[in-house]
């Protein structure tokens, strides 16, 4: 009798601990900050407004989700500085902006520290910052604007599916992967991009106090190393996260860092476990693959 | 075919019983879920933003289970939760034996979906019978503790 009030009791607590273990690790991410402290905001992954990465690796930077986080920040008193650690090579355009933007209208100092890459949009949003450190070979830089997709019209013909173009409006099917572009839709589609380019030029240059011949020379598309970022001006010190809080304390206070660990939705947990899982797999798979091949070379 | 009468419980004891039960799971199993809705700010137009949704739907589903595993696991090693306990009543098999795993999780599957609980209880009035819908379909029933056969 006594028995089964005990296991109804532990049954109890063990799902309760169930709960906040599922929520401890939920929240672990949060950006609730007591105290005054300076905080670190990682930005891992491609840009999007939604944050949904691709099929393959989901995940990246929510642009709305960044900015939300921005704004919290600016408007808590006890965050005295931010530090954005960017390794993202870039993503759409419209939500790099968003990230831009935010970080202009912040009256706080934030410095972007460029891990392994913060190429394309994830520069112009280093740019948007007060100070941009790189490591001497980190990749950047990297400002040009790419509109290339896939083409399959001869594909589909070689199988003979056609496609049937019926459109009011002579270019509202421009970009369609069914067919190619025309002279016409090419010079059009070359036109928007080099307004983008433009756009993004003259925001640089503004954010960087730059002139716009000066940063439209560096503006061909390619990436720079950090050391030679530095020499052409796209970034300003050579360094770390380390590096970047120590000249922050030093010009701000000493205060204790916080960073913000990314938090990932369940959804993509579930999505990257299955991707580690996958690799994890094919990885061993192709290990005993290449000792039998060993094996068999040897015998 | 003969049909069995299955003694008949008070109908009150099986809701007191099912509302100390939601309490337990309410007040105590999934108190910390409460952090997301204050993580929120208990903002109901932040809550149903998009990516609120999304977090607020697999929650609730991590919820739904929970809940379930209290239900089932207590009533698959003991015939009884803390409210049956409490209001001495248990849940039996029609068939007089030992209740199998799937009878149990049947019968308490639409327990933690409010509205199809109501249906599945309502039908106890439609029928006039002591058994849930999804009583009848997984051959259980509710008995007094002490009534053992």
């Given at each position: 009798?006594?028995?089964?009030?005990?296991?109804?009791?532990?049954?109890?607590?063990?799902?309760?601990?169930?709960?906040?273990?599922?929520?401890?690790?939920?929240?672990?991410?949060?950006?609730?900050?007591k105290?005054?402290?300076?905080?670190?905001?990682?930005?891992?992954?491609?840009?999007?407004?939604?944050?949904?990465?691709?099929?393959?690796?989901?995940?990246?930077v929510?642009?709305?989700?960044?900015?939300?986080?921005?704004?919290?920040?600016?408007?808590?008193?006890s965050v005295?500085?931010?530090?954005?650690?960017?390794?993202?090579?870039?993503?759409?355009?419209?939500?790099?902006?968003?990230?831009?933007n935010?970080?202009?209208?912040?009256?706080?100092?934030?410095?972007?520290?460029?891990?392994e890459?913060?190429?394309?949009?994830?520069?112009?949003?280093?740019?948007a910052?007060?100070?941009?450190?790189?490591?001497?070979?980190?990749m950047?830089?990297?400002?040009?604007?790419?509109?290339s997709?896939?083409?399959?019209?001869?594909?589909?013909?070689?199988?003979?599916?056609?496609?049937?173009?019926l459109?009011?409006?002579?270019?509202?099917?421009?970009?369609?992967?069914?067919?190619?572009?025309?002279?016409d839709?090419?010079?059009?589609?070359?036109?928007?991009?080099?307004?983008?380019?433009?756009?993004?030029?003259?925001?640089?240059?503004?954010?960087?106090?730059?002139?716009?011949?000066?940063?439209?020379?560096?503006?061909?598309?390619?990436f720079?190393?950090?050391?030679?970022?530095?020499?052409?001006?796209?970034?300003?010190?050579?360094?770390?996260?380390?590096?970047?809080?120590?000249?922050?304390?030093?010009e701000?206070?000493?205060?204790?860092?916080?960073?913000?660990?990314?938090?990932?939705?369940?959804?993509?947990?579930?999505?990257l476990?299955?991707?580690?899982?996958?690799?994890g797999?094919?990885t061993?798979?192709?290990?005993k693959?290449?000792?039998?091949?060993?094996?068999?070379?040897?015998? | 075919?003969?049909?069995k009468?299955?003694?008949?419980?008070?109908?009150?004891?099986?809701?007191?019983?099912?509302?100390?039960?939601?309490?337990?799971?309410?007040?105590?199993?999934?108190?910390?879920?409460?952090?997301?809705?204050?993580?929120?700010?208990?903002?109901?137009?932040?809550?149903?933003?998009?990516q609120?949704?999304?977090?607020?739907a697999?929650?609730?589903?991590?919820?739904?289970?929970?809940?379930?595993?209290?239900?089932?696991?207590?009533?698959?090693?003991?015939?009884?939760?803390?409210?049956?306990?409490?209001?001495?009543?248990?849940?039996?098999?029609?068939s007089?034996?030992?209740?199998?795993?799937?009878?149990?999780?049947?019968?308490?599957?639409?327990?933690?979906?409010?509205?199809?609980?109501?249906?599945?209880?309502?039908?106890m009035?439609?029928?006039?019978?002591?058994?849930?819908?999804?009583?009848?379909?997984?051959?259980?029933?509710?008995?007094?503790?002490?009534?053992?056969?």
């Amino acid at each position: 009798m006594r028995n089964k009030w005990i296991f109804g009791l532990c049954l109890i607590i063990f799902l309760f601990l169930i709960s906040y273990g599922i929520m401890f690790f939920y929240l672990k991410g949060d950006s609730n900050v007591k105290g005054n402290s300076f905080i670190v905001l990682p930005m891992s992954g491609g840009i999007s407004i939604d944050g949904s990465g691709d099929f393959l690796m989901p995940g990246g930077v929510s642009s709305t989700q960044f900015v939300q986080k921005l704004k919290e920040l600016e408007e808590n008193p006890s965050v005295k500085g931010v530090i954005i650690e960017i390794n993202s090579g870039g993503g759409s355009v419209v939500a790099s902006e968003d990230i831009v933007n935010a970080l202009k209208h912040m009256n706080k100092t934030t410095y972007a520290v460029v891990r392994e890459v913060g190429a394309s949009g994830a520069y112009w949003v280093a740019s948007a910052t007060d100070r941009i450190y790189a490591s001497p070979v980190s990749m950047t830089g990297s400002i040009g604007v790419v509109g290339s997709y896939l083409e399959f019209e001869d594909l589909f013909k070689k199988y003979g599916v056609g496609y049937e173009r019926l459109v009011a409006g002579e270019y509202k099917d421009m970009g369609t992967p069914f067919r190619g572009l025309t002279d016409d839709e090419k010079a059009i589609m070359q036109h928007k991009l080099s307004l983008i380019h433009d756009y993004f030029i003259l925001d640089v240059a503004r954010n960087r106090e730059m002139s716009e011949e000066q940063v439209r020379k560096l503006a061909n598309g390619q990436f720079y190393l950090g050391i030679e970022a530095k020499e052409y001006g796209l970034i300003d010190r050579l360094g770390n996260t380390d590096d970047a809080l120590n000249d922050m304390k030093q010009e701000i206070g000493d205060y204790p860092v916080k960073r913000i660990s990314e938090k990932k939705s369940i959804l993509e947990f579930i999505g990257l476990s299955s991707y580690y899982l996958g690799k994890g797999i094919g990885t061993e798979l192709g290990k005993k693959l290449e000792l039998k091949n060993e094996l068999e070379i040897k015998s | 075919m003969i049909k069995k009468k299955l003694e008949v419980v008070r109908f009150w004891k099986r809701v007191v019983a099912y509302f100390i039960d939601v309490s337990i799971i309410n007040l105590l199993i999934l108190f910390p879920f409460n952090a997301f809705f204050i993580d929120k700010s208990l903002d109901w137009k932040k809550l149903f933003e998009i990516q609120s949704s999304e977090e607020l739907a697999i929650l609730s589903l991590i919820m739904v289970v929970i809940s379930l595993i209290y239900w089932v696991i207590m009533e698959y090693k003991l015939q009884q939760t803390i409210g049956k306990m409490i209001m001495k009543i248990k849940v039996k098999s029609v068939s007089d034996k030992e209740l199998k795993f799937p009878q149990i999780f049947i019968r308490n599957l639409l327990k933690p979906f409010f509205i199809a609980f109501l249906i599945d209880v309502t039908y106890m009035f439609i029928i006039k019978s002591n058994q849930r819908l999804m009583e009848k379909f997984s051959g259980t029933y509710v008995g007094e503790e002490n009534n053992e056969k």
